[in-house]
């Protein structure tokens, strides 16, 4: 590990600290209990822990063994830019590549944060063989009615 008295744990974090961690990034705050079933559903994670033990990133894997969507990849506030999130993607991409040989590794890219997945090898969609994703966000009426 490149930073004194950070860990990195394969586990999900606890779900206050996952509830924060989002809430901290502007992703509003979410319900317990749509966070204890969703962290629970997790195929994989990576919670990162400063030396007081306190959550001070995350990222989770939602899917299958076809289909493999990285989440709520976080890093506090005042730890980003110093190579921690870097080490949680390769600690769990390496993971993921030999475990779901047959997966694609899908994820949802935050405005303006392309290049940090880029160095991992993800490809920006749309591009000449691939549309967009979609989504329907969840204050949104679905079914377009
Ligand atoms: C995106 C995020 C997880 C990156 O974690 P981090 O620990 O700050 O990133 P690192 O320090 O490991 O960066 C690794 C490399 O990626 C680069 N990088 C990081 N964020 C970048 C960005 N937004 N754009 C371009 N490059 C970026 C860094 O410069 C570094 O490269 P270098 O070593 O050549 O300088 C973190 O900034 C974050 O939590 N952001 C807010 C939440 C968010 O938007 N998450 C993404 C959801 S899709």
Known sequence: ?????????????????????RAGCGWGNISRDAAVPAL????????????D???????????DPMYLYIQDMIIAPGLRG???????MVRLLARLKPAYPEAVIMLMCAK??????EQFGFEA???DGFGPGMQILPSKGSLGL
């Open 1 to 21: 590990v490149l930073i004194d008295g950070i860990r990195l744990v394969d586990i999900v974090p606890p779900v206050d600290a996952y509830i924060a961690l």
């Open 40 to 51: 629970e559903r997790s195929m994989d994670a990576v919670t990162v822990l400063d030396d």
């Open 53 to 63: 033990g306190e959550v001070v990133g995350c990222v989770r894997v939602v899917g």
């Open 82 to 88: 110093q190579g921690v999130g870097r080490l949680m």
């Open 112 to 117: 303006g944060q392309e290049r940090f997945y």
């Open 125 to 127: 969609r749309p591009s």
